[in-house]
């Protein structure tokens, strides 16, 4: 069934062209409508390739052995009938606030509170966790500087990108995820090169795929305990709802973004996954760094592995730099709907809700602390908080999505 807009409009929300009063005025606080569709489009597409196909993967192989293909095929779908029950809502009504609006709206307030603060630990803890992967990507080239180092660096620059306006933050992320994109093409395009040309080494050989123990290496039990790994790795789409207040074409940009992203998505990540697997035997993957780069280290491809590294680390940052964006406009609409402080509302002269993106990060700069202190199991246990809070927002969009159908607003919604 297609997405199609109704007349409803969101509020708080106004054209770029308009310029927005500081919120020391009497006016509404509002934001900026500065995305275009190929900003929508990019930021759909690259806001699920970051550490959890890049890091993330390692561990779910371990887990699953070969199976893990079929594991992201599972996961791809639960992924695309969330996003397309998330996508017709905000089509009829593009808001700031996206599954918290919408909770509150179809099911009640007390909803509409959880899943919006849910949803901001949620891109707290992912922001910790793509931060400390930027840091272990840094330790490739500088193994003796401290991931606590690096993960600091890139706080203070992310979040000094999207103090500017929407569109800074729409551009920067439109590169970053465009890099990550040509460059997983690339990847896959060499990785088929090297597999058939017989430059690939040894042990490089379709057969990879069933060799070690058979396709389902690690039996049923092993696919199960991987989905929570490689629904990390899907956490992220979810933005498409959360950009609608702020496009300029929501009824054409969020459907095609809706339609499109889950399909792209499954073919670079399993396009690349059937690369990897064929190049390298899935029992001598490591869970603690890249396996892509660790191949091409391997292979003797230094120059390729460094380069593969830095997309990575791109992958990495652009991740944050959309949860530094998504986290901000979360708590702006909790604070419209009442269910954050009011001070939270206070939007820049550029449109930016600064003090919501000041909060976001002061609790997200806790990161250098657990980086220094964890070292070594920062990112494994800031994923697994990751995954629990992401499986409890999609859970929670289904009855509000539900009652979307039927029409079954709350009453004084």
């Not at 052995?65 to 397309?84: D, E, K, N, S, T």
């Not at 599954?99 to 509409?112: E, I, L, S, V």
């Not at 459907?255 to 990897?276: H, T």
Request: hydrophobic content about 50%; charged content about 10%; proline content about 4%.
């Amino acid at each position: 069934m297609p997405l199609n807009k109704k007349d409803t409009q969101g509020k708080g929300v106004k054209n770029a062209s308009t310029v927005s009063e500081d919120t020391a005025s009497n006016q509404e606080p509002t934001l900026h409508r500065g995305l275009h569709n190929r900003h929508i489009q990019l930021i759909a597409l690259g806001g699920a390739i970051g550490t959890g196909l890049f890091l993330g993967i390692g561990p779910a192989i371990q887990m699953a052995g070969p199976a893990v293909l079929l594991g992201y095929g599972v996961a791809g779908i639960i992924a695309f009938l969330i996003m397309r029950q998330l996508g017709e809502m905000v089509v009829e009504e593009p808001v700031s606030g996206s599954f918290a609006h919408f909770a509150y709206k179809y099911w009640g307030p007390f909803a509409g509170f959880l899943s919006g603060w849910n949803y901001w630990v949620m891109f707290v803890l992912v922001g910790m966790a793509e931060l400390t992967a930027a840091g272990i990507y840094m330790q490739y080239w500088f193994p003796d500087v401290p991931t606590w180092i690096w993960a600091a660096a890139f706080f203070i620059i992310i979040n000094a990108v999207n103090l500017v306006n929407v569109r800074l933050y729409g551009e920067t992320e439109f590169w970053f995820a465009l890099i990550k994109v040509l460059a997983i093409i690339g990847m896959i395009g060499f990785g088929l090169w090297l597999l058939f040309s017989g430059h690939g080494g040894e042990k490089a050989s379709i057969d990879n795929l069933w060799r070690y123990g058979g396709f389902f290496a690690t039996g049923w039990n092993g696919l199960i305990l991987s989905l929570a790994v490689i629904m990390f790795s899907f956490g992220g789409l979810e933005l498409i709802g959360i950009t609608a207040a702020e496009a300029r074409d929501p009824e054409k940009s969020i459907p095609k973004a809706v339609n499109q992203v889950v399909y792209r998505i499954l073919l670079f990540y399993i396009g690349s996954l059937v690369v990897l697997l064929a190049l390298y035997p899935w029992v001598e993957v490591k869970s603690n760094s890249s396996p892509f780069v660790m191949i091409f280290h391997n292979l003797d491809s230094n120059v390729v592995a460094s380069a593969l590294n830095f997309v990575i680390l791109v992958a990495s940052l652009s991740v944050y730099n959309s949860g530094v964006y998504s986290n901000s406009r979360m708590l702006f609409g909790l604070s419209v709907q009442g269910n954050a402080p009011k001070f939270l509302t206070r939007v820049s002269r550029r449109g930016v809700p600064i003090n919501s993106l000041m909060l976001s990060g002061a609790i997200t700069s806790l990161v250098v602390l657990i980086n220094y202190l964890l070292p070594q199991k920062a990112f494994g246990l800031l994923m697994a908080l990751v995954v629990a809070t992401l499986l409890l927002n999609w859970i929670m969009n289904l009855p509000g999505a539900s009652a979307f159908s039927r029409g079954d607003a709350t009453p004084g919604a």
